[in-house]
């Protein structure tokens, strides 16, 4: 679980401090950078699976595709940014397996990862031999987070023993995990330290010549907390359901975890009958959809034993069975967030673009109650009916935030700065006030008023809908807001 994100130097993220909660909504004009920031989250996690370079081919850029590393840089004019430093504190799974099947334990779970990354120069160098790449690692550390101080990093309402003191674990005493040293010679080092007592040898590499993060190539016999944490980083992801891919038909030995497309959606639901009563699983997620569009009496998975395919199937009030590719688009994406809702064995961090593309405006609050219903209740006991999940959103629709709470929501508005004389424009991420992340003292920044009118129509007919459930408000139910929005609608 992400809980703080600090980003300088990635495309127009400069000095961005982002906290996170179970659920975060970042609202923002087109171009402010909203997407960016999933960027560096998206970055961040490939590089706990591959090397520097194909982790930054794999981020997008303004065309939906990246084939220039450079583009990665905050560009003044046509000066680049000489670094980039990211610094992310995270609640990582307990246990986890590293790719030779080995079983780790962490030592403990509350966890700070710096990470600073620069731009070769144009000259070649002879010495980085194979592992010549564009981008070079100047430092890399993995700490961890004494849990007498967990109050002061998870700010967000918790219950603290029946989640937080389940979640946060462990203990360490000694050096990092991972640590950064400069050798007599002046050669760079990042150290990977043995996680028993921290004390033990550490094993040495040049960062010069490293393709890729230490914390990459972690395994459970050199450092399981590494390992836990490089899987916690994998687990974040940006999701962007395609209909097509949500419509396919998967075969018998097709993968049985939704991808980030929303493929193998048959698969998936087919896996989760499998660990349990099917009539009970297709009656939990009929229901959960049929409360959210309507008009649907029954969910299954049709095995064709001659063609060996997977098929999902739905059919509505009047009995009549449709497959996939013959649903709509928004019933497909409602499908798919409800069988992840379902899934304990995807946990992590979701990232989603715009959720209510697709879906009529009417349907936009049961699109968000799902997504919320997705991520971890911090409330409820840590177990695996509520996995560590979470989701952030972006939007730019008034619709969606006027109906999330006004805790979770997050006002990205450009920013000026100067560098070398020239002007450029950044992101900030701007919280309301009296809220857990306005925090007296803190430096999130406040959105005003005015800003937050901007997002809100008085006429709309979800000013008139009862509040969520839980103990919440809206961002409509603040009361300077609704006093606001009643002076403005007055003749």
Known sequence: MLIRLRVDGFKNLVGADVRFGPFTCIAGANGVGKSNLFDAIQFLSLTANFPLLEAALRVRDETGHNNDV??????????????????????VPPNAVDDLGQRGTAAITLLRYRLVIRLRQETSDASNGANSTPLQILE???????????????LFPHNVRDWRRRVVTGRRAGVAFI?????????????????????GRAYERAANTMPRTVLSSANAAESPTVLCARREMESWRLLQLEPTALRQPD???????LETNGRHLASNLSRLAMKEDPAHIYARIANRLSELIGSVR???????EKR?????????MDGTELPARALSDGTLRFLALSVLEQDPETPGLICMEEPENGIHPDRVPSMLRLLRDIAVDPDEPADDSNPLRQV????????VVMAVPEDSILLARPAKGIREGGEYTMVHFACLSGT?????????????????LGYLNPSAIIRHQAPPARRCRRVIDHAELQLQLDLSAAP
Not at 188 to 196: M, R
Not at 298 to 304: A, E, L, Y
């Open 70 to 91: 450079r583009g990665l840089f905050h560009r003044v004019g046509e000066s680049l940014a000489e670094r980039i430093t990211f610094e992310a504190e995270m609640i």
């Open 140 to 154: 890399e550390e993995l700490k961890h987070i004494q849990l007498g101080q967990a109050h002061a990093h998870l």
């Open 179 to 199: 640590s950064t040293a400069t050798k007599d010679d002046g050669t760079c080092v990042i150290k990977l330290h043995q996680d028993a007592t921290g004390r």
């Open 251 to 257: 075969e018998f030995t097709a993968a049985s975890h």
């Open 298 to 304: 029954s969910i299954r998975v049709d095995r064709d």
């Open 308 to 316: 060996e395919l997977l098929t999902l199937m739905m059919a509505g």
């Open 392 to 399: 952030i959103i972006n939007t730019h629709s008034p619709s």
């Open 436 to 452: 857990w992340r306005a925090q007296p003292g803190g430096e999130e920044p406040i959105a005003t008023l005015g800003e937050m």
